[in-house]
């Protein structure tokens, strides 16, 4: 028998080809193996998803730690961990926008008066914002990703245990989970008739900075009011870093509009 990816020669007793690792398929793909993969890999109580999701709660560091020392058997790979929780993202705005509109426009409320343009009577320029975060979060959370990183290394530089690149994977698994956690916080709110996002938002942020420090505490071994500390500054760094670039996105479009005539200074 031969591989069908790399078409190296198998023993029949052989479950990964030597060559390209490969996994050796004996049956065709059809719906009852597709489903028995898709239980296997998400549905069962068994499952990684499940393993992993339960894990970076009880012991984050085996989870982080195993992936960055290459035994990645046991839990869900970073990349792929965080690709779910994008896809999760979307489902919690497909559902929010769908059968909890209030919750949307109160979003655009929030949004509303700091994006007003002086010189331009009350119309806000950027009204529709709202609806671009909400409908490319996953690509925001992408793109700002590096910089949480950043931050999270800076402020461990004299513990230097963990390069930039594992500080990255570290942030990827963190940022998922709370993905996963603010789903279920939005969606319950939602269902209990709190619609107001600024609210929510804020008492989520303590929770899930705290979540945060327990995960470094857990991975640096050191006393949670420490962890704490650091987090706290990475977040802080973090948030300066997202006001800095949004506010030049807002002068390139506002300068943008002036040359266009769109805009009376």
């Given at each position: 028998?031969?591989?069908?990816?790399?078409?190296?020669?198998?023993?029949?007793?052989?479950?990964?080809?030597?060559?390209?690792?490969?996994?050796?398929?004996?049956?065709?793909?059809?719906?009852?193996?597709?489903?028995?993969?898709?239980?296997?890999?998400?549905?069962?109580?068994?499952?990684?998803?499940?393993?992993?999701?339960?894990?970076?709660?009880?012991k984050p560091d085996k989870v982080i730690d195993g992936?960055?020392?290459?035994?990645?058997?046991?839990?869900?790979?970073?990349?792929?961990?965080?690709?779910?929780?994008?896809?999760?993202?979307?489902?919690?705005?497909?559902?929010?926008?769908?059968?909890?509109?209030?919750?949307?426009?109160?979003?655009?409320?929030?949004?509303?008066?700091?994006?007003?343009?002086?010189?331009?009577?009350?119309?806000?320029?950027?009204?529709?914002?709202?609806?671009?975060?909400?409908?490319?979060?996953?690509?925001?959370?992408?793109?700002?990703?590096?910089?949480?990183?950043?931050?999270?290394?800076?402020?461990?530089?004299?513990?230097?245990?963990?390069?930039?690149?594992?500080?990255?994977?570290?942030?990827?698994?963190?940022?998922?989970?709370?993905?996963?956690?603010?789903?279920?916080?939005?969606?319950?709110?939602?269902?209990?008739?709190?619609?107001?996002?600024?609210?929510?938002?804020?008492?989520?942020?303590?929770?899930?900075?705290?979540?945060?420090?327990?995960?470094?505490?857990?991975?640096?071994?050191?006393?949670?009011?420490?962890?704490?500390?650091?987090?706290?500054?990475?977040?802080?760094?973090?948030?300066?870093?997202?006001?800095?670039?949004?506010?030049?996105?807002?002068?390139?479009?506002?300068?943008?509009?002036?040359?266009?005539?769109?805009?009376?200074?």
């Amino acid at each position: 028998m031969n591989c069908k990816n790399c078409n190296n020669t198998l023993k029949d007793t052989q479950k990964y080809c030597d060559e390209c690792g490969a996994k050796v398929i004996n049956n065709r793909l059809t719906p009852k193996v597709l489903i028995k993969q898709l239980n296997e890999q998400f549905l069962s109580i068994d499952n990684k998803f499940l393993k992993t999701f339960i894990s970076l709660f009880t012991k984050p560091d085996k989870v982080i730690d195993g992936f960055i020392n290459g035994q990645r058997k046991t839990h869900l790979n970073v990349v792929t961990y965080y690709a779910i929780s994008l896809t999760v993202l979307g489902f919690q705005m497909f559902i929010l926008k769908n059968f909890f509109p209030e919750f949307i426009e109160s979003q655009s409320s929030a949004f509303d008066e700091s994006f007003k343009i002086a010189g331009n009577g009350n119309k806000n320029l950027f009204e529709n914002f709202p609806d671009v975060f909400n409908n490319y979060q996953g690509v925001f959370f992408s793109l700002f990703m590096p910089f949480i990183a950043i931050g999270t290394w800076l402020i461990y530089l004299n513990k230097p245990k963990y390069n930039y690149t594992e500080h990255l994977v570290i942030n990827l698994y963190l940022t998922a989970q709370t993905i996963y956690i603010s789903f279920f916080v939005y969606i319950l709110m939602a269902l209990f008739g709190i619609k107001d996002y600024l609210f929510i938002s804020i008492i989520i942020t303590l929770p899930l900075i705290v979540y945060g420090a327990y995960v470094f505490k857990k991975l640096y071994s050191t006393k949670f009011i420490d962890a704490f500390i650091r987090y706290f500054i990475a977040y802080i760094l973090y948030m300066i870093v997202f006001g800095i670039i949004l506010f030049a996105i807002t002068v390139v479009v506002v300068i943008y509009l002036i040359s266009t005539g769109q805009l009376n200074p």
